[in-house]
Nanobody, 125 residues
Framework: QVQLVESGGGLVQAEDSLRLSCAAA????????MGWFRQAPGKEREFVAA????????GHADSVKGRFTISRDNAKNTVYLQMNSLKPEDTAVYYC??????????????????WGQGTQVTVSS
């Protein structure tokens, strides 16, 4: 069992930056692949980025590639999402999730076992 708490969301203007954090408590943090997902109003939840247990393998959705960067600090039990050049279409509730450990970053979304409550990101034009 692991508990996840996101923070760092807020209201920003287009082209601004934000850094989301997700703090984990419970089971050994390095046992998990960590992912970020988002859900905009009226839309399905979508993958944003993921990172394997060591941080040596990362993946980002095409829509955020080059603007967002996922990272983790296993000593602090925290995963981050650095978001630069934000766009209004990035407005959503952002969730972090913990999935099974593997050598690569990829975990099917349905296999993520634990989810945080989400943090709202709103980007105004």
């Amino acid at each position: 069992q692991v508990q996840l708490v996101e923070s760092g969301g807020g209201l920003v203007q287009a082209e601004d930056s934000l850094r989301l954090s997700c703090a984990a408590a419970g089971h050994t943090f390095s046992s998990y692949t960590m992912g970020w997902f988002r859900q905009a109003p009226g839309k399905e939840r979508e993958f944003v980025a993921a990172i394997n247990w060591s941080g040596g393998s990362t993946g980002h959705a095409d829509s955020v590639k080059g603007r967002f960067t996922i990272s983790r600090d296993n000593a602090k039990n925290t995963v981050y999402l650095q978001m630069n050049s934000l766009k209004p279409e990035d407005t959503a509730v952002y969730y972090c999730a913990a999935g099974p450990r593997g050598s690569s970053w990829y975990v099917p979304p349905r296999d993520y076992d634990y989810w945080g409550q989400g943090t709202q990101v709103t980007v105004s034009s």
